[in-house]
């Protein structure tokens, strides 16, 4: 609005106009009338525009949320309740779902959840989750397995739920790997057998054979741990208990925990692996990076078929079990993961799996080294070179590895030895200082000790 300028007072006022006609005055306040209802309902649309999102409580937007799904779960999965397990999912993945959660009951988890590993990316219905547990007196932290949701209606209002539960084609970032599938995933209806250290599992179509080898498998585990304790370390926190998986199908039998949705390979050799689970989220200056450990060993195999069936159940047990027995003390971690050195690792489960049995042990040595060409250097510390394709290569390298030990045993004390192991755990790469530390002597000094002792247990071992 324009004021008068004061400079107009000190002239004279001007000549009033004549009177306005009666109807222009009454047309002048029906037109202020009409105007300002329409300024009315103008501003009565703009409020609404502005003002269209519904106003919704705290409680509201929880019961609308993904994360009510997550958290459902593992209430619903605590409260063994089947039908508050699968409300979520929609399709297939409710059946999918309902015989995994029949599953997972019959395992005694201390932490059981989901976690979403990531918030999820915008115009997207994937979102990439954790099932974090942790097994009661099994594992020593949280670990966790990947999984990737797929929500029918993440862009919309109301309970959410989920269409399509699938394996993660690459871990989310920060974390090692995705570690699936878990035996939960892959069974119809999974067996479990709990015997005194260990929890067996396996498919129920050979649960009268997981149930007749449990035993064998918790006597195994026992006669690791007796060991350990007769020259424990001082403070060195192992895990002295286990999930063992046992299965008979070469290529379910090597898909565990890889990641692969279409099988492992069927061709490959081991006979039992043990396979470190990440801690979830462990800070890179945590001491404990691995959560625990999972056994898996092939049930189709003469160990667990010959005649002497029991002893070679409870020998590769002890080999196995011995590998899951120290895990939490690996602090490998990062991108760039030093690992403890290939000699060390399978030299101490060699070791121990063969470990009062000098007559077997004395035959596996010639059987193996009787001709073999050797040098005195240490077996190979790169993966493929120690688990070689030629069949007398690997098993070389796992006779000599144990050797090693034998020797350090021999010359230094059981305690001490696995004093070394313990040591090489912790602090990886740092061989050659922890040799000089246990035995006073350098790397090239020690080989040199250690070829004299092959050679006197082999005589008939070779040279280059």
């Known amino acids: 609005m324009a004021y008068p300028s004061h400079h107009q007072m000190p002239y004279a006022p001007p000549t009033p106009p004549p009177p306005q006609p009666r109807r222009r005055r009454t047309g002048r306040i029906v037109t202020i009338t009409i105007g300002s209802v329409v300024l009315a309902l103008v501003a009565l649309i703009l409020a609404k525009h502005f003002t269209s999102s519904p106003q919704y409580t705290d409680e509201e937007i929880y019961a609308g949320s993904t994360q009510k799904v997550f958290n459902d779960l593992g209430k619903a999965l605590k409260a063994k309740d ?8 929609t399709g297939e993945a409710k059946e999918q779902q309902r015989q995994l959660f029949r599953n997972l009951v019959k395992v005694p988890f201390t932490v059981a959840r989901w976690e979403p590993l990531h918030q999820g990316v915008y115009g997207k219905s994937d979102i990439h989750v954790g099932f974090v547990h942790q097994i009661k007196g099994i594992d020593v932290a949280p670990v966790y397995e990947q999984y990737t949701f797929t929500f029918a209606n993440l862009g919309a209002d109301g309970p959410k739920k989920v269409s399509k539960i699938t394996a993660s084609e690459k871990p989310e970032a920060g974390l090692p790997g995705t570690n699936y599938p878990a035996p939960w995933d892959v069974y119809e209806d999974m067996t479990v057998a709990r015997k005194g250290r260990v929890l067996v599992v396996g498919d129920k179509r050979h649960g009268q054979d997981i149930n007749r080898f449990a035993p064998h498998v918790a006597q195994g585990a026992d006669d690791i741990v007796t060991a ?3 020259n424990r370390p001082t403070g060195a926190k192992v895990a002295e208990n286990a ?3 046992l299965e008979p199908d ?4 090597s898909a565990f925990y890889s990641g692969r949705t279409d099988g492992g390979d069927p061709n490959s050799f081991e006979a039992g692996y043990s396979q470190p689970l990440a801690a979830f989220k462990a800070d890179y200056e945590d001491k404990i990076q691995s959560g625990g450990s999972r056994i898996v060993m092939d049930s189709s195999l003469s160990r667990f078929k010959g005649p002497d069936w029991k002893s070679g159940v409870e020998e590769i047990t002890r080999h196995e079990f011995a590998h899951s027995l120290v895990s939490p003390l690996n602090t490998a971690r990062g991108a760039l993961r030093i690992e403890p050195s290939m000699w060390i690792v399978e ?3 060699d070791y121990m799996e063969g470990r009062g049995n000098q007559g077997r042990n004395r035959a596996e040595e010639k059987a193996v080294l009787d001709g073999y060409s050797f040098g005195g250097i240490l077996p190979p510390n790169d993966e493929e070179l120690f688990y070689s394709t030629k069949t007398r290569d690997r098993s070389a390298n796992y006779v000599l590895s144990r050797l090693v030990m034998e020797y350090l045993v021999k010359k230094h004390g059981e305690r001490a030895t696995f004093d070394f192991v313990v040591d090489s755990y912790v ?3 740092n061989d050659r200082q922890l040799i000089e530390e246990l035995t006073g002597q350098d790397r090239q000094a020690f ?4 070829e004299r002792y092959v050679r006197d247990r082999v005589p008939g071992i070779g040279t280059w």
């Open 347 to 349: 030299g101490f489960a």
């Open 427 to 429: 602090d990886p790469g």
């Open 243 to 245: 999930l063992v998986i």
């Open 228 to 230: 350990w304790d007769a």
């Open 447 to 450: 080989s040199a000790g250690w």
């Open 250 to 253: 070469r290529k379910i039998f």
């Open 82 to 89: 089947e039908a508050a397990f699968v409300a979520p999912f």
